[in-house]
């Protein structure tokens, strides 16, 4: 039993969000939204997604201030980081890739492309030798999206408990 990957889609404009989760969910994903950094943090927080699909220009706080929050708090240090975002010149390309984002992709955009990169990062991401889910009687442990499943139910952990429950 494969667990889907989890993607936390963060855009002010909710057709992009709703555009992008049918694409991916299409692919197998499965998909949060946020509208801006407090709801994304939250969503993080809460759920641990395996990968984070962010734009750049939300009101508020940006998306870069938001990748760079992600990047220095230890628990959500590692979350693979897309920057999806209508500012297409080098200087901002570069400046989110120092941010930490882990690929950098310019509206408008192809859902093939969008789904080709996703999957290039979370194979790039993903450690070697634990990518495989551990099932024991009638519990699951996946250690690439830290989810708990018994008997096909997921069972609500937090990434803290998921991590003391994976050295058991």
């Keep these: 039993m494969s667990i889907a990957k989890r993607v936390l889609i963060v855009d002010d404009e909710a057709p992009i969000r709703e555009m992008i989760a049918v694409a991916l969910e299409m692919a197998g994903y ?3 939204e946020a509208e801006n950094a407090q709801q994304a943090h939250a969503a993080v927080l809460d759920q641990m997604p395996d990968l984070v699909l962010l734009d750049w220009m939300m009101p508020g706080t940006s998306g870069i201030d938001f990748a760079r929050r992600l990047r220095r708090d230890e628990t959500t240090s590692n979350v693979p980081i897309i920057m999806l975002t209508a ?7 570069v400046q989110g890739l120092e941010a930490g984002v882990d690929d950098y992709i310019t509206k408008p955009f192809s ?4 789904v080709a990169r996703l999957k290039t990062v979370l194979r790039r991401t993903t450690p070697k030798g634990i990518e495989e889910p551990v099932t024991v009687d009638e519990l699951t442990l996946d250690p690439v999206s830290h989810r708990v499943t018994s008997m096909a139910q997921s069972v609500d952990l937090g990434p803290p408990n998921f991590v ?3 050295f058991l």
């Design 30 to 32: 499965d998909c949060i």
């Design 87 to 93: 500012k297409s010149e080098e200087d901002n390309k």
């Design 111 to 114: 859902p093939r492309e969008l």
């Design 164 to 166: 003391c429950c994976s």
